[in-house]
């Protein structure tokens, strides 16, 4: 099937500039992080980059995500601003979380990308509440909520996908199977390697689709999204895909081989298109050299920004830790006076703000 | 003022905050068509149906990280966990997302959930359903940690809690749904973080907080009768806990009793007796101390569970040797 | 297909004594929780004898069986002596647990009968580790993991699956289904209802079982124990069962209808097989009045031996919260010279000191 | 004396240990084909096979049920959870079966499992991978807590436990893998609730475990230099703690800091402090000091995260103020 039966040549190059920045993103952090600029763990996307572009271009502004630790390329899909992702990685104060995330918490509520999270399969329980709230409100967003294979293991997967088929919830549950968790292939983990295939325990949908092509990725999601906006129930997607990095920047990489590293590499997703398109005709070819420069340009960007942003000052260590309510400040001290934030009109949350009106006047 | 049981009093408040605000539900096991294992949320689900009063699986990970996830995407959950003890299966959740999502996501969200759950020994439960696990939630920032020991305190905890935007660990307690108590109509809102000097004394004070201030209280009225005039102070909050009141009464009685039910090593009455070490060492004429259950697994045989728990008759024992 | 072509009057009659001996013993345990002589919660077997008996009847002595909170009547099954369990029920010295455990907690290591617990799906992760030491000792032992419907929603129920089926275990997950988890219906509680189907996401056999048919139980069970004790791995076995009384003492049985009951009631496994064995001529009548009558004896027994016996001395409290080391005893005290039972020659558990040799000649 | 470290004394009390007894096995996840995530298991896969070095999915209650399971069966488990924040979703398995078996069976099984982890904070993990939980597992009867700070007591510690029949927190400390000390060869074996004088001195004790040990040991060096004596306590056993040695040194210099890791409220600190207190009130010149980490989840940036642990200046400041 040709390309342009279904996507125009902005669309496409949109989808390749997006995977283009996260690579370049991603082996700038690399360099960051040997430079010793970024700490902590940093668990890079490079070789995935066509599931985070797939999935979030096929889905709507409102409609949330939710990932894990390996989330920097799918923050920036999901429309996050390159310069406070790495600015956060800097731990730097103009960071999405002001520095105090770092690599595997990255958020951003305005782009509904709510969260990086550390803990395998911690952030799938929390889709599903994700998932309660659009239907509770009758709203027709969905959530996808990411995940690897390795979560597939853990209990909460389990809870998490009956919970949302008994509620009919709208989450798009993806499994980016690239074949190993740290160390672990699949088959040493899973009893049934075929992950799409654990649907069956749920009554849902299981579907596995190309990780290494945006596009399979897109029309896959674009598709279930549609039914699960139409309130179908959850679904479950595996994408197949590879990491082409180590598990995080420490990892020796002795139980993968060569070969097999080899026969992934020659499917990465960013050639890949980029050779479509010129097939077809859709890209001038200094098309595809102007958006490598734009990218290379808004990732120094980002490095600058972040170079150049002030560290966190000593007072935020104990800010946020909790909502002032009528007698407790940030930290958590009690005061003997009534703040002047007072219980019952405490700041909400932006998107419970902006939906008041609408649940109030439905209910 | 009228009179209600603790678990209708909770009722109460549930159904006021559910009708003034639609953002607030209820979720838990058997918490709808079995209207509560122990009758909390009866008349919920035919006043407010299914939608808001959401029985769940036996699966306490997803209940409260479905929780978390509706609080952070705009609902305000109360969650139910039939007991304290399975709370042990939600840790991670409560402890590692709950408690610090807020914080690391850099104050960019707030996470206004309300965990429910009873505790309490001594019905013979045995091992694994008799525990009380405040000292590990207190040992937790970011969490907001009550202990309401009356009706009128559960209500308005309880209110207050649905409201207050922060992840909170509501610990009430099995043994105290039957006690009655006055409880003030409407909106009635008991501040967190205000301890509660029940009963006023001059020569010793007894901090203690849901079944266990009740032996307090009960040991005050007896030393009475000896001529001992004790101050109780029900802390109703326990994380964080309001120094000033504690420190202002340890002050005036100079000597100190700690009552809890929970485990003795690593109990929170540590904590709070060392706190008042620090800030009042001087004006204290007696070691502090601690009356708690011992560092034993729940007996299930009644004689060996009571055994196990602190009674009235240890804290008036703990009181005279003080005096 | 005739009786008498498979089984002996005898076993027939022993499975049927079985079955009347857990009846009137938990019939007896309602009467004395009524006057206070059984405290905490009391979870009745009452319906679902034919699974524990068809279970037992199908494994061998040093087959472990390791279960829930509802209890009783599998221990019993097992071979656990009436007795003791009715001491244990008592709070008494003499139970089979010292009077520590009641009603959730009995255990007999002697009888392989490994513990109820009172945690849903809790003993699932143990069921999992007994079957490694069977597996890892070469033993053809086979471990039967006993559970409720409510259980297959925890997380631990799909863990202990996985980890299970991957190791290629000898456990027979034997779910008994028995409708509701407390007051909450199966299908309003899990996704995929037909519970033997989630083998599929283990890639393991599930097979439903007539819970209310002690043959039919024993025979499902038994054949499969030969596969598992065949290396085979584990299997999942729903038994399609029902309580006749409430959840526990307290429950007021709201959520079903009398209808319902009535339906399952007219399937009573212990007439059943009576009517069965008697059709067939298998037993004489005066076989199952004496049958009757030995049970009454047996279980009036077990009542005077509980009421008769001391409670726990007060010094029990703090006995048996730990195994005595070096320098501390087993309140958890410590001392300042070494104790006479030293760290190297701690006591063992038994069946450890049993198996020692065999364990260290095939190494 | 061969000089090893911290990590490699580990291995070699677990390569000891297997080979002493063929009951004894490692499983956890990624502790076989890949070595351990800190390399704790190198070299242990390829010497006893894939029977007796086990990886597991990443399951942790499965990992924590089927090492109690094998335990109870008559094998002799050495489970590792990668870091102690994944003991969050382990902790119904930890809590709850593994310490209360023993005692709610009339102690007629024993569960000789232990658990091994590494805690510790200061790498920058932010929130979820940075806590130190051994406040909670020592409110926790039926458990032993060891905390070996050096790798001699690493080796030690390690092969009694595995030697024990009781259920076992070791926890391990990822700032440690790689500090070096001597260690004996073959049986040394190190007693369990048994604290180690590490520095003897007259003016302060310092009471500390585990990372924060060595901030206790740097801060002694430092303030010997102002002529400020201190003597140094290794914990080493958590739980059951070893308060023969603690109130000995308190009673000889009346002044004690405890320095920890962990949270400042419910902190075990309080406990010990307690303890002391009630034990050696009149000794004591000064209230106890407590150095702790801040209340607050671990933020990620470096100079926050440095101002929410102790450092080395806190404890001498702590003293400073004491003397
Ligand atoms: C509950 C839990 N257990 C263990 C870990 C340590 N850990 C971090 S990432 C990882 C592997 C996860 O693999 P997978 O889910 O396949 O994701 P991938 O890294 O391949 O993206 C492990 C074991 C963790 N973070 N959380
Ligand atoms: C983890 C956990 N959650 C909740 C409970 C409270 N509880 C006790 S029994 C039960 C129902 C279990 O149902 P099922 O597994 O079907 O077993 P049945 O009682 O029908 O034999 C519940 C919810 C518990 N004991 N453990
Ligand atoms: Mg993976
Ligand atoms: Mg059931």
Redesign the interface.
């Known amino acids: 099937m040709k390309l342009t039966a279904q996507y125009t040549g902005t669309q496409l190059l949109q989808m390749y500039r997006q995977m283009l920045l996260i690579r370049v993103f991603e082996e700038k952090v690399a360099e960051m992080y040997t430079k010793g600029h970024i700490?902590?763990?940093s668990h890079l996307y490079i070789g995935q980059e066509a599931v985070a572009v797939g999935v979030a271009s096929a889905l709507a502004g409102t409609d949330?995500m939710?990932t894990a630790y390996r989330e920097h390329g799918q923050a920036i899909a999901k429309g996050c601003d390159p310069k406070e992702v790495m600015a956060?990685l800097f731990?730097?104060a103009t960071?999405?979380?002001?520095?105090?995330?770092?690599?595997?918490?990255l958020?951003?509520?305005e782009k509904r990308f709510?969260?990086g999270?550390?803990?395998?399969?911690?952030q799938?329980?929390?889709?599903?509440?994700?998932?309660?709230?659009?239907s509770?409100r009758e709203e027709d967003t969905v959530v996808a909520c990411l995940f690897g294979d390795?979560?597939v293991?853990?209990?909460?997967?389990?809870?998490?996908?009956?919970?949302a088929?008994?509620?009919n919830l709208p989450v798009i549950f993806i499994c980016e199977n690239n074949l190993y968790?740290?160390?672990?292939a699949v088959h040493?983990?899973?009893?049934?390697t075929h992950i799409a295939?654990?649907a069956?325990?749920?009554?849902?949908p299981g579907l596995q689709t190309d990780g290494m092509d945006v596009l399979a990725v897109h029309e896959t999601v674009s598709r279930l999204a549609r039914n699960v906006r139409d309130g179908q129930g959850p679904v479950l997607v595996e994408a197949l895909t590879y990491r082409f990095r180590g598990h995080s920047m420490a990892d020796p990489l002795?139980?993968r081989t060569p070969q097999e590293e080899e026969i992934w590499k020659r499917r990465d997703p960013i050639p890949a298109l980029a050779e479509m398109m010129s097939r077809e005709g859709l890209v001038r070819s200094d098309a595809l050299t102007e958006t490598r420069q734009s990218v290379e340009q808004e990732v120094a960007a980002a490095i600058a920004f972040a170079e150049e942003s002030p560290?966190?000052p000593?007072q935020?260590?104990?800010?946020?830790?909790?909502?002032p309510?009528?007698?407790?400040d940030?930290t958590?001290?009690?005061h003997?006076q009534?703040m002047s934030i007072s219980?019952?009109h405490?700041?909400?949350?932006e998107?419970?703000l902006a939906?008041?009106g609408e649940?109030?006047g439905?209910? | 003022m009228p009179e209600l049981a603790y678990r209708d009093a909770l009722n109460q408040a549930l159904r006021e905050e559910m009708t003034r605000d639609g953002r607030v539900f209820i979720m838990g096991e058997d918490v709808a068509f079995y209207e509560g294992s122990y009758k909390v949320t009866r008349g919920l689900l035919s006043e407010f149906g299914p939608k808001r009063v959401r029985d769940t699986p036996i699966a306490e990970e997803v209940i409260a990280g479905a929780a978390i996830g509706a609080a952070m995407g705009g609902l305000r959950p109360v969650a139910e966990f039939m007991t304290v003890n399975f709370t042990l299966l939600a840790m991670d959740q409560i402890v590692n997302h709950a408690a610090k999502i807020r914080y690391m996501f850099g104050g960019n969200i707030s996470v206004p959930v309300v965990f429910r759950t009873p505790q309490g020994s001594g019905k013979q439960l045995g091992a694994q359903h008799s525990q009380q696990l405040e000292s590990w939630f207190c040992h937790c920032p970011g969490l907001i940690v009550l202990a309401p020991s009356t009706p009128a305190d559960a209500k308005g905890l309880l209110k207050t809690a649905i409201r207050d935007e922060n992840p909170i660990l509501f610990l009430e307690n099995q043994n105290l749904y039957g006690i009655k108590g006055e409880v003030p109509e409407n909106e009635h809102l008991v501040p967190i973080g205000q301890a509660n000097v029940a009963r006023e004394g001059n020569d010793v004070t007894l901090i203690s907080y849901s079944n266990a201030f009740h032996l307090a209280l009960k040991a005050a009225e007896e030393l009475a009768e000896e001529s001992i005039s004790a101050e109780v102070i029900d802390l109703r909050t326990l994380h964080p806990l309001d120094m000033e009141t504690i420190r202002r009464s340890a002050a005036k009685t100079h000597r100190v009793v700690i009552v809890s039910e929970a485990w003795r090593t690593g109990n929170l009455a540590a904590e709070i007796a060392m706190r008042i070490v620090e800030s009042v060492f001087d004006e204290l004429d007696a070691p502090i101390r601690r009356v708690t259950a011992k560092d034993v697994p729940m007996p299930y045989s009644r004689d060996l569970e009571a055994l196990a728990l602190p009674q009235v008759a240890d804290v008036i024992g703990a009181v005279r040797e003080m005096v």
């Not at chain 1, 799938?124 to 659009?134: D, I, Y």
């Not at chain 1, 293991?153 to 919970?163: D, K, R, V």
């Not at chain 1, 069956?200 to 849902?204: D, E, H, L, N, R």
Request: proline share 5%; net charge negative.
């Open positions: 700490s902590g763990f949330y939710i956060e731990g730097k960071g999405l979380c002001g520095g105090k995330g770092g690599s595997m918490h958020f951003d509520l709510m969260g999270f550390a803990i395998v399969a911690g799938m329980p929390l889709a599903v509440g994700l998932g309660l709230c659009a509770y390795g979560a293991n853990e209990g909460a997967f389990h809870e998490s996908l009956n919970l088929s008994l509620w968790g740290m160390g672990t040493r983990a899973t009893a049934l295939g654990h069956c325990a749920y009554g849902i002795k139980y560290v966190p000593e935020q260590l104990m800010q946020d830790i909790y909502v309510t009528q007698f407790m940030s958590g001290a009690l003997h009534p219980v019952d405490a700041p909400e949350p998107q419970a939906r008041r649940t109030e439905r209910e």
